[in-house]
C-alpha cells in the first residue's frame, strides 16, 4: 500500500470560491484570491484542492448552473488566472480538483436557449422535453429538489422540460450520445489545461426512467420535511444505467496519468457501493456522507464505519466527508469541544478524507436575516431550514471589517465571532483548533498507519470510539471519548502498552498508558501501541 495513488493518501480541501479570498474588494471570493491563499493550504498541509464551480454562470444556483463549461466566470477571474492558480498550486505541490456539473446546464447556456427555441432544434433532444400528461399537466409527478415540480412549461413550444434542480437548471438527457460527447469533451479541455481531477455534481441524477413512470409516495415523509421528500426518488435517481455513463467519464481520465474522480451521490452504502463500477471502472472515490447525517454518538458511527468497511468492493479505496458547502458545520453540528473529536476522527479513519474550507478554524453556520438570504433552496422552500448560507460565509483569515477576506461588502455576513476565530489569531495559538488540525494532518502525513494502514474496531465501553490503525508492524490506536463525561478504557491485556502521540487538548503527547487509557471529556487521543515487553 506505501505505493497509494496521491488521492488515496493525501487530503482533499474543499474551497466554496465565493467565500475563500477576494482579491478585487468586490465581496467575491475569485481564483487570485485562492492563489494568494495557497501557501496557508501548503502550511495547512493538505494535498488537493477541490474548487467548487467556476465556470461561466448566471449564478441561480452559485455557479451550479453553467453557461460555458470551458469559460471562467468574469466574477472569479480568467482562464489565465486559471492556469497560474494550476501553476502555482502544482509548485507547491498542492492538486487541483474541479466540480463538473453534468446533469444539467444553465437555461441561458447555448445548447438550451437553442434547445427551447423550436421543436425541430437541432439540439432539442439534449434536454428532456415531454409533451403534457393525457389529461393536461406536467408528465409526471417528479418533484424538484428545490420545491415545486421538476417540469416547466414552455408555452412557445407547447412541451414542458424536466429540472431535477431550479428551472434554470434543466437537466441534459444523457442518454443522448451527443451530449455525452459534448461533456466527455468538456473534461479533456480541463484535464488538458492539467487538473488533476473532478468532484461530479449530482451523478446519481444523471439517467431518468426511460419509461418515465411516476415516482411512488414517501412513507417515512413527515410535515417539516423538504417537499421533494415527499415521494422516493425511484425513477429519478440512481438508475442502472448511470453506471454506464460514470464509466465513460473515467475512461476519458484513464487516459490521462494519475488523475481522480469523485462522485456526489447521497445513497445508502450498499447502492453507493454500485458507483466504485464493475471491477472497479467507475468512479475512484464515490463521496461518503454518512458521517455527515449521523447522530453523534459513539455507538452509531462505530456501527457506520463497520457497515462502510464491510460493504466497500474487494480494492475499493474508502473515503469520509464531515462536511460541505451544503450541509450544516459539523462545529454547529456537535459543539465546540467535539468539533476537535471530529477532527481526529476524520483524519485517522481508513480512507480519504475531505476537508470543507473553513472547519479546520472552528467556523460555525452564521445565521442570514430573512433579508439577507442568497441561497434559492431557502428561498423556494422558506422556513424549514434548509438554506445553505450558514456554512458558505466568509473565509476568517483575520480580524477588522472584512476579516481578511475582503476590502469590500461581504456577499454573505461574516461570522459574529469572526475577530477570534481566524487564522490569524489561531494559527499562533498552539493549543488552538487551528493547530489540532495542522498537528493531525501532520501526523497523518508521517504515518503511514494512518494514511493507508488497515482498520480494526476496537471494543470500548459506553461514549468511547476506539480503533486500530496498522501498517508494516506498527499499530496505532485511536481513542476518541464522544460524550461529555470522562472515560477509561482498558487496553488488551499482556498488549505491552501505548504511548500518547497527539491529544485533542495537544497537551498529552508523550503519556504513557499502560492498562487502561484515561480519557478527559471530549477527548481524543492517538497513541502508538509499544508491543508485547519482551
Ligand atoms: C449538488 C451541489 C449543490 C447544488 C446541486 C445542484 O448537490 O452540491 O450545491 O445546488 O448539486 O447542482
Given amino acids: 500500500m506505501l505505493d497509494a495513488r496521491w488521492w488515496q493518501r493525501g487530503i482533499v480541501y474543499q474551497i466554496y470560491p465565493r467565500s475563500f479570498m477576494d482579491s478585487n474588494g468586490d465581496g ?69 480538483i474541479l466540480d463538473f456539473v453534468p446533469n ?27 409533451d403534457p400528461a393525457p389529461g393536461g399537466g406536467p408528465p409526471t409527478n417528479w418533484l424538484s429538489e428545490f420545491g415545486g415540480p421538476a417540469w416547466e412549461w414552455d408555452a412557445a413550444t407547447g412541451q414542458y422540460y424536466y429540472h431535477a434542480y431550479l428551472k434554470e437548471q434543466p437537466d441534459l438527457d444523457w ?16 484535464l488538458d489545461r492539467g487538473v488533476d481531477g473532478f468532484r461530479v455534481d449530482t451523478i446519481h441524477h444523471l439517467i431518468k426512467d426511460s419509461e418515465l413512470r411516476d415516482n411512488p409516495p414517501n412513507p417515512r415523509f413527515r410535515p417539516g420535511m423538504p417537499p421533494h421528500r415527499e415521494l422516493l426518488r425511484l425513477y429519478t435517481t440512481d438508475r442502472p444505467e448511470v453506471h454506464e455513463a ?54 452509531a458511527i462505530a456501527e457506520i464505519v463497520r457497515e462502510y468497511e464491510a460493504a466497500l468492493p474487494e480494492g475499493a479505496w474508502p473515503n469520509w466527508v464531515l462536511g460541505n458547502h451544503d450541509k450544516p458545520r459539523i462545529k ?50 422558506p422556513g424549514l431550514g434548509v438554506g445553505r448560507d450558514p456554512e458558505r460565509t466568509p473565509m476568517q483569515w483575520g480580524g477588522g471589517a472584512g476579516c481578511g477576506f475582503t476590502t469590500g461588502r461581504p456577499w454573505l455576513p461574516l461570522a459574529p465571532d469572526a475577530d477570534r476565530n481566524n487564522v490569524e489569531a489561531l494559527r499562533g495559538d498552539p493549543g488552538s483548533i487551528l493547530s489540532l488540525y495542522r498537528a493531525l494532518i501532520a501526523l497523518r502525513r508521517a504515518e503511514p498507519a494512518l494514511a493507508v494502514g488497515a482498520y480494526a474496531p476496537l471494543a470500548a ?35 505491552g502498552g501505548a504511548r500518547v502521540l497527539l491529544s485533542t487538548g495537544l497537551d498529552r503527547a508523550g503519556e504513557r498508558v499502560d492498562e487502561a487509557a484515561e480519557l478527559r471529556p471530549d477527548e481524543g487521543l492517538i497513541a502508538e501501541a509499544q508491543g508485547a515487553p519482551g
Fill in 28 to 96: 467575491i471570493g475569485d481564483l487570485r484570491g485562492i492563489r494568494s491563499r495557497l501557501p496557508y493550504l501548503a502550511w495547512l498541509g493538505v494535498d488537493a484542492i477541490w474548487i467548487s464551480p467556476i465556470y461561466t454562470s448566471p449564478m441561480a444556483d452559485f455557479g451550479y448552473d453553467v453557461s460555458d463549461y470551458r469559460g471562467i466566470d468574469p466574477r472569479f477571474g480568467t482562464l489565465d488566472d486559471f492556469d497560474a492558480l494550476v501553476r502555482d498550486a502544482h509548485g507547491l505541490g498542492l492538486k487541483i
Fill in 104 to 130: 444539467h446546464t444553465s437555461d441561458q447556456h447555448p445548447w438550451f436557449l437553442e434547445s427551447r427555441a423550436s421543436r425541430e432544434s437541432a439540439k432539442r433532444g439534449w434536454y428532456i422535453w415531454r
Fill in 175 to 190: 442518454r443522448n450520445p451527443e451530449v455525452r460527447d459534448a461533456m466527455l469533451s468538456v473534461m479533456r479541455f480541463w
Fill in 246 to 299: 460514470v464509466a465513460a467519464m473515467r475512461r476519458v481520465l484513464d487516459d490521462y496519468d494519475d488523475r481522480v474522480l469523485i462522485g456526489e451521490a447521497y445513497l445508502p452504502f450498499d447502492r453507493l457501493m454500485a458507483y466504485y463500477g464493475q471491477d472497479l471502472s467507475g468512479m475512484h472515490l464515490p463521496f461518503n456522507f454518512h458521517l455527515i447525517g449521523a447522530p453523534w454518538d459513539a455507538r
Fill in 332 to 381: 454547529s453540528r456537535v459543539g465546540a469541544a467535539q468539533a476537535r473529536v471530529a477532527a481526529m476522527l476524520l483524519l485517522t479513519l481508513r480512507g480519504t478524507p475531505t476537508l470543507y474550507y473553513g472547519d479546520e478554524i472552528g467556523m460555525c453556520d452564521v445565521p442570514i436575516a430573512p433579508g439577507e438570504v442568497q441561497d434559492p433552496f431557502e428561498k423556494n422552500v
Fill in 461 to 495: 465501553g459506553e461514549g468511547v470510539l476506539a480503533y486500530a490503525r496498522e501498517h508494516a508492524g506498527r499499530r496505532l490506536l485511536v481513542l476518541l471519548n464522544l460524550s461529555s463525561h470522562p472515560r477509561r478504557l482498558a487496553l488488551a491485556a499482556g498488549a
